[in-house]
């Protein structure tokens, strides 16, 4: 067994850090205050490598792993999650590398990365959250064609993105209802695709989040991910294995980034005579807070190189996924705590950070979701 990162990874971590703090702190409290997503820093991002780095460098990526893209996405999420989710502008790349056609990749990957296009994932429905089994928006071959109808909701990139990978059912008739469904790659500059931007979020504001209606949008045959039909559920089912490991380490990032701040104040700030950093009080919450952070950063580290060596173990990735949701919300509140009314203003990171956070527990699987999944490998069905 072997804990140490690779000379590579170190190389990256810093790269990435050192990034993440020359570009976000200017802008971060100016983009989650307007809502919107910070281009020109994607752009940057883009031009130096950082997006989309487990890409394979014949369709444009640094050909490098899941575990390196989220250790990427803790350095980003340290400094600023809004910011920070600039790298979810490649959310279902993952899906076109491992089930698309050679035309697919080569047509649909390289402008993800060269700062020329960004995509999204299409799975929520207004009625169909977390059961997404019961996904309604439908694709009805017509020719040569998908007509696709229906409605999607709180989508990542939704109204910035230029494709997006649809969670569609193609096979209603199908018996078995894990049949049912396809993934098909939209091209949202077709007719009958709208985009609504959801403003007011919590946190992650920089973050772009869309409602998506499909009235009989037509595409091509050709877009539907992967040459077995009625595949769309595992294949989903792999992009949540994968990703869950990306959302642990949000929650890992955001979590280290609230302590680092949080460090800093309690040896300025000074109470009763002395530094909060002198109480016992201060001094325990720090060392829990050092401790949970660590323990979830292993969880997710080890879930990610499991990805890496091809042996996903969808267990572990629930518990880093579930851990480091909890971990972020759990320390970033303890910061804000510790940082007193100040903590409590939009002055200070801390509160952003405390808004921010919330998100690693609903999206990609709520904390209940993952539970489930835990309980499920545990128990096998009852
Ligand atoms: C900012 C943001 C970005 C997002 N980005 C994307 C995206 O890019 N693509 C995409 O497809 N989706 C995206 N989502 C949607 C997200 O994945 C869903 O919100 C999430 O899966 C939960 O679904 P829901 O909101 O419908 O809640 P529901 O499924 O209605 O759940 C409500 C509550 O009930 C609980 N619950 C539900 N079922 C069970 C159960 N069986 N056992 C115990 N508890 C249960 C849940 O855990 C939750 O606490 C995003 C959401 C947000 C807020």
């Not at 091209?187 to 009958?192: C, F, I």
């Not at 039909?229 to 949540?240: A, D, H, K, R, V």
């Not at 996924?321 to 705590?337: A, F, M, P, R, S």
Request: charge should be neutral.
């Amino acid at each position: 067994m072997d804990f140490e990162l690779t000379n590579r990874q170190k190389q990256i971590c810093l790269a990435a850090r050192e990034f993440a703090q020359g570009e976000f702190p200017q802008i971060a409290r100016e983009y989650d205050r307007r809502e919107e997503f910070p281009r020109d820093l994607w752009r940057k991002a883009c031009e130096l490598g950082f997006i989309g780095i487990f890409i394979k460098k014949e369709y444009g990526g640094l050909g490098l792993g899941f575990l390196e893209h989220a250790m990427v996405m803790e350095e980003f999420w340290r400094v600023d999650p809004g910011c920070g989710n600039i790298l979810l502008t490649v959310f279902g790349s993952e899906l076109i590398q491992l089930y698309g056609s050679e035309e697919q990749k080569k047509k649909y990957l390289p402008p993800l990365t060269q700062g020329k296009a960004i995509m999204g994932t299409a799975i929520t429905e207004p009625d169909a959250g977390s059961d997404i089994l019961s996904a309604s928006t439908l694709a009805r071959r017509e020719g040569n064609s998908y007509v696709i109808q229906g409605a999607k909701q709180f989508i990542t990139n939704g109204s910035i993105a230029h494709y997006l990978t649809v969670f569609c059912v193609t096979h209603p008739e199908a018996e078995s209802r894990l049949k049912r469904f396809g993934v098909i790659l939209v091209e949202t500059d077709r007719p009958g695709f709208g985009a609504l931007k959801i403003t007011g979020k919590l946190g992650i504001r920089a973050s772009d989040t869309a409602e998506i209606r499909f009235s009989d949008v037509r595409v091509p045959k050709e877009n539907l991910i992967g040459e077995q039909e009625g595949e769309g559920f595992s294949q989903i089912m792999q992009l949540f294995n994968i990703n869950r490991v990306i959302a642990a380490a949000q929650g890992v990032g955001i979590a280290q980034g609230g302590l680092d701040r949080a460090i800093q104040y309690v040896k300025k700030r000074k109470q009763f005579g002395q530094s909060l950093a002198s109480f016992q009080a201060t001094q325990f919450k720090m060392a829990e807070m050092a401790t949970w952070i660590e323990a979830a950063r292993i969880l997710c580290y080890k879930a990610g190189w499991m990805v890496d060596q091809g042996r996903v173990d969808p267990k572990l990735i629930s518990i880093a996924k579930w851990i480091g949701g909890e971990v972020g919300v759990k320390v970033t509140n303890d910061v804000l705590q510790l940082h007193g009314g100040y903590g409590y203003i939009a002055d200070y990171d801390v509160e952003r950070f405390y808004r921010d956070a919330k998100i690693v527990e609903i999206y990609e699987g709520t904390k209940e979701i993952e539970k489930n999944t835990i309980a499920r490998e545990l128990l096998g069905k009852i």
